[in-house]
Structure formats: structure tokens, C-alpha cells
């Protein structure tokens, strides 16, 4: 992989109120604007429309996703670590994403999330 390549992925999967999604819509476009403010390169939220119930696993189960919820799927894409865990400890002090400004839509208690180094990009 060319090191042009080599970027730094945080990964997010969520069970949002189906009747939250244009409420979830404007957070995600506000924070989006955060987080390119801070350094992201992009921003990706998907909204599930063809997402199984799984036997053993799967992204509803992962989140405990309930019947009137849907799962949101979302990445972003950062230059780096080191510029992502800049980005990141701003984005948590940032007035603009405190609970009182812009409340999640969602219960994030059930959000799973990690961060990831590139490893194939074709």
C-alpha cells in the first residue's frame, strides 16, 4: 500500500429511533462540520436499509437494536492517529457537541466504535 494511502479510520455502528432520522441527520451534519474543522478528511453516515438479524452476530445485534430503531453505520477518515486522537480529545470539549447544544438521537450506550490503521485500499 502507497503511504498516500495510509490513513486512519474510526468506525461506528448505532441503533437510532427510526422517528429520530431527520433529527439524526442534523447532528450528524453539524458534527461532520466539527469534525473536518478538526482534521477529518471525510465523513460517512449510512442510514441501514438491508441490514439481517443475525444467528449468532450481526450489526442489530451488536447495538441490541430494537424494532423501531434502525442501524447507522458511519466512518470517518482521518490523515493519521496522531491527527485523529487531536481531533477527537477536541471534538469532546467542543461547546458545540455538548448534550445541551446538539443531544444525540440515539442511546449511546449501545454505540459500538473502535479506530483502525489501513491495511488494503484498491
Known sequence: MNSADKHYVDGFVAAVP???KEKFI???????GIFKELGA??????WGDDVPD???TSFPMAVKCRDDET????WLIWPSKQVRDAGMAKMMEDPRMQPDVNPM???GKRMIFGGFETIVVE
Open 26 to 32: 442534523a447532528h450528524a451534519q453539524m458534527a461532520a
Open 71 to 74: 442501524v447507522v453505520f458511519s
Open 18 to 20: 427510526t422517528a429520530n
Open 105 to 107: 438521537p440515539f442511546d
Open 41 to 46: 478528511l471525510k465523513v460517512v453516515e449510512c
Open 54 to 56: 443475525g444467528e449468532v
